[in-house]
């Protein structure tokens, strides 16, 4: 049996996507992952989080925003946080991670909402009825706490299944796998999902 100095350490990497309207939680969000991180030294397992804010500046031949869906590639989980807008590079992150997750059943997919004020409008309908038509249950989320309570709940199933099952909790948890039916929503044909295996 191996000391923990000894013990290999398997990278779990996190994409999240989010608008920047969401910093705080963003901040947060990566504060308790890597808390999360330590309590898991032990396992052998390390989470590695890829944020834009961490993101080099500098010019790219192919974009910006080419770089970041590159990071998709090689993402286990990839998470997607919204509150009163979808912009288009988020949405763009979302449909890589759904031609990647066709591809090869990964990154595990998360979605969640932050609840906006009461008598508001829903100015995300239109982005969760596409979510609606993937049969995709998406998560509310009320503050960063209720964030983490929830997405660390699945980080803890999916610890549980060495992070290999992609399969439908047994319990509504707001978070599942994504179907087939993407191909009249996105039109995910049309994206080059050859480029992500």
């Not at 969000?29 to 500046?57: N, P």
């Not at 910006?64 to 992150?93: C, H, I, P, W």
Request: aromatic content about 14%; glycine content about 4%.
């Amino acid at each position: 049996m191996c000391t923990p100095e000894q013990q290999i350490m398997k990278k779990i990497k996190i994409f999240l996507a989010s608008s920047i309207e969401l910093k705080p939680e963003r901040e947060r969000f990566e504060i308790e992952i890597y808390r999360k991180c330590k309590s898991w030294f032990d396992k052998g397992l390390f989470l590695h989080l890829d944020i834009w804010e961490d993101m080099s500046a500098r010019m790219s031949l192919t974009g910006s925003q080419s770089e970041y869906n590159n990071l998709l590639k090689d993402a286990d989980l990839f998470v997607f946080l919204a509150y009163s807008k979808v912009g288009m590079y988020t949405e763009e992150e979302f449909e890589h991670a759904f031609g990647q997750f066709k591809s090869t059943h990964k990154p595990f997919i998360f979605t969640y909402f932050k609840t906006p004020p009461e008598n508001t409008e829903d100015t995300l309908a239109h982005f969760k009825q596409k979510l609606n038509e993937l049969k995709h249950f998406y998560a509310n989320f009320n503050d960063v706490n209720d964030l983490w309570n929830q997405f660390n709940k699945e980080l803890d199933r999916l610890e549980a299944d060495g992070f290999t099952e992609n399969k439908r909790p047994e319990k509504n948890s707001g978070s599942t796998i994504i179907t087939q039916t993407a191909e009249k929503i996105y039109n995910i044909d049309k994206i080059d999902t050859a480029t992500f295996s």
